[in-house]
């Protein structure tokens, strides 16, 4: 799976120029697609833990790519000084990524994160992390 939608547009300098509303759109799509495909990938998750083959597939198909696009976007805005600089980008990138499965994905195997309705778990995460990540001083004021 290569970049695809606002991460490849971000990645490929055709992006917003606001790098808020980028961010945010990025964040919002990835929400999406694991929401969308979330019963395939805990299925793809379930085998993996016995089938090596799934695992790559997981892995080194699906989740590599996006985590080094995501780490490649969250370095350059970084360098750019758009984004906070983080102790590691990589990391960040996976806590990015682990932070909008747990919310579109992994909350409905939680007692009290499954009530949590669709719209308020995008919201949620994407707000935290956009605020954690976005310097304060690029955050639209309506939104701090």
């Known amino acids: 799976m290569v970049p695809f939608g606002a991460l490849a547009e971000a990645l490929s300098g055709r992006g917003a120029g606001d790098t808020a509303a980028e961010f945010e759109k990025i964040l919002r799509e990835l929400f999406e697609l694991e929401s969308r495909t979330r019963e395939a990938a805990d299925m793809l998750e379930r085998s993996a833990r016995e089938l090596p083959e799934m695992a790559d597939l997981l892995n080194a198909g699906i989740r590599a790519p ?61 707000d935290a992390l956009v605020h954690a990540l976005v310097p304060a001083s690029a955050v639209p004021a309506g939104a701090r």
């Not at 806590?95 to 499965?101: A, F, M, N």
């Not at 747990?102 to 939680?110: C, I, K, P």
């Open 66 to 126: 996006v985590l080094a696009a995501l780490t490649e976007y969250l370095a350059a805005r970084a360098e750019a000084g758009t984004l906070r600089r983080t102790p590691d980008t990589a990391a960040t990138a996976r806590l990015v990524l682990e932070t909008l499965t747990w919310f579109a994905r992994h909350r409905f195997s939680d007692p009290d994160g499954a009530a949590i309705p669709a719209g308020l778990a995008a919201d949620t995460a994407v």
